[in-house]
């Protein structure tokens, strides 16, 4: 006999509530990425001075593409559409959902990984031994990952911002001995779960005789379509690079190093940002209801969250692009020495810190955007996405024809501006009814766009007469007037931004708060 079925689960919470767990998910995720984060930025630094280009190209990026793809099409859609607030939910049912992650998974990892391995060209195994094992080893990785999803939904659901974990094999076991625990404990009342036994969490028929809610899979239909467009997007480089072959294994190595470490802020600040607050609007705003329809107060709140968070990554982003076009050569060769510093690899990082604020941006809007949309206008955004992914892929290809490595990130910026014009468009509209502007974090105050105008022109005179090639003294000198000019930068914020301040102190760091009342 099976545990009775919950079958609301997880009440609404208040939105302050919502906001502020969902500020402490950020924190603990941003905390955790810059930890993991760095340990792999010093360990790849190591790494680059014995591996070959070849070889770095194909871990990261035909491999790491395989993973990417196998996860990505297995979980996305689930994801999004079981964490999106159902009053009436029950969970037996969600969990059923969620459980098809893992055949899904193994059809793509098996059949990916054929295609990995009998239609791409295979490396020569000379410079890349064991490519067949590689392809092997990668995609087991990506379905013992699926086997935590159940319990990542539900942690993430019920705001468990203390769980965040490794990958693959310990990441299930680490949801499996957390929820354990919570069996036995008083917090299992406190959060609301809607489990009794660690059983419930397996696929079984509910007591109503249907196996899934239908509307959640008829939701995750539409997520998956989206997430199979949005894949490539995201990853569309790597498509182009994998099956058409524009650039050797070298060139893509190298492309990659300058990808990762362009991103490396992307990944630490934006994505736990993105993840936790998409979660945050998903709750606190009704899917597909029209503002008027909905808690005023909510909307308010959502309205002030995301024009804060717009401002945040728009300066971040700011912050990156002015001061990584003078800097970028200099970190390329701590990074990695000649091999990045020379040739390619400067342009290419300076490209890319444009096209990180660009991201920023991007992650933001499309965070509220998805949270708020119906099933209806997340399928004809779908559609939008189509278009959009043929035109990326035909620019990638033409451009890097064209340009090289850089034309890829020109194709990025190209098609990464229209998204945001998407979503803004969207926020328009769904704002257009109240008296909220949200979209006014995308308008930093004059003085300080001054002030990163003049910051980019001081580092950029600087960089000609202090870097690269006159020694460490004078790097030295380089990196110390680029300290005074983000220094400047950072107070004006303070000075200036007094609105997004108290959203970080109040809502980021909350006992600073405390301390100072």
Same mark, same amino acid.
């Given at each position: ?83 999106s607030g159902m009053r009436n ?38 410079? @890349?031994? $064991?490519? !067949?094992?590689? /392809? &092997? ?5 990506? #379905?013992? +990952?699926?086997?935590?999803?159940? =319990? ?105 190093? @300058?990808? $990762?470490? !362009?991103?490396? /802020? &992307? ?5 736990? #940002?993105? +993840?936790?607050?998409?979660?945050? =609007? ?67 990082l300076r490209c890319y810190c ?6 920023a941006v991007n992650g933001v ?153």
């Amino acid at each position: 006999m099976r545990g009775p079925e919950v079958p609301g689960g997880l009440e609404p919470r208040a939105g302050p509530e919502v906001l502020g767990q969902a500020a402490r998910l950020a924190s603990s995720g941003l905390l955790l990425q810059v930890v993991f984060r760095l340990i792999t930025f010093g360990l790849n630094a190591f790494t680059l001075r014995f591996l070959s280009k070849e070889i770095i190209g194909i871990v990261n990026v035909r491999l790491t593409l395989l993973y990417s793809t196998v996860t990505f099409l297995a979980r996305e859609a689930f994801r999004r559409a079981c964490l999106s607030g159902m009053r009436n939910r029950n969970w037996n049912q969600t969990f059923n959902l969620l459980w098809l992650t893992v055949p899904l998974g193994l059809f793509w990892s098996l059949f990916l990984g054929w295609v990995w391995s009998q239609i791409l060209e295979v490396p020569d195994p000379n410079v @890349v031994p $064991n490519y !067949g094992v590689g /392809v &092997a080893a990668f995609g087991l990785s990506a #379905v013992v +990952e699926l086997l935590g999803e159940p =319990f990542w939904v539900l942690a993430q659901t019920h705001m468990l911002v203390r769980l965040k974990l490794l990958y693959t094999t310990v990441l299930v076991f680490c949801y499996v001995i957390h929820f354990m625990k919570l069996m036995n404990s008083q917090e299992l009342t406190k959060k609301s779960l809607p489990i009794s036994r660690m059983t419930d969490l397996l696929p079984h028929i509910t007591l109503n005789g249907t196996f899934v809610n239908w509307k959640e899979a008829k939701l995750t239909w539409s997520f998956f379509q989206q997430s199979f467009l949005k894949q490539i997007l995201t990853e569309g480089e790597r498509y182009v690079m994998t099956f058409l072959n524009v650039l050797n294994f070298g060139d893509q190595g190298v492309y990659d190093i @300058v990808n $990762n470490l !362009g991103s490396l /802020v &992307a990944r630490l600040v934006f994505q736990p #940002v993105e +993840e936790s607050f998409y979660i945050f =609007f998903a709750k606190v705003l009704e899917r597909g209801k029209s503002v008027k329809l909905q808690k005023q107060e909510d909307i308010a709140m959502a309205a002030a969250v995301l024009e804060s968070l717009l401002k945040l990554v728009l300066l971040i982003g700011l912050t990156i692009t002015v001061f990584g076009y003078s800097y970028s050569q200099l970190a390329l060769d701590i990074y990695g020495g000649s091999m990045l510093s020379t040739g390619s690899g400067p342009v290419l990082l300076r490209c890319y810190c444009l096209y990180v604020l660009l991201l920023a941006v991007n992650g933001v809007t499309e965070c509220f955007t998805f949270a708020s949309m119906s099933k209806e206008e997340v399928d004809r955004h779908n559609f939008i996405m189509l278009a959009l992914s043929f035109t990326f892929l035909l620019s990638s290809y033409f451009l890097t024809k064209w340009q090289g490595s850089v034309g890829f990130i020109f194709a990025n910026c190209f098609n990464m501006g229209i998204r945001i014009a998407q979503s803004i468009r969207y926020i328009y509209r769904y704002y257009r009814e109240s008296p909220h502007r949200p979209l006014a974090g995308l308008l930093p105050s004059p003085f300080l766009i001054v002030v990163f105008v003049l910051s980019g022109v001081v580092t950029g005179i600087s960089e000609v007469f202090l870097c690269c090639e006159r020694g460490w003294p004078a790097r030295l000198l380089h990196i110390i007037v680029g300290a005074l000019c983000l220094g400047a930068t950072l107070v004006t914020v303070f000075f200036t931004e007094t609105k997004l301040i108290f959203f970080i102190r109040t809502q980021f760091l909350p006992k600073y708060t405390q301390k100072k009342t």
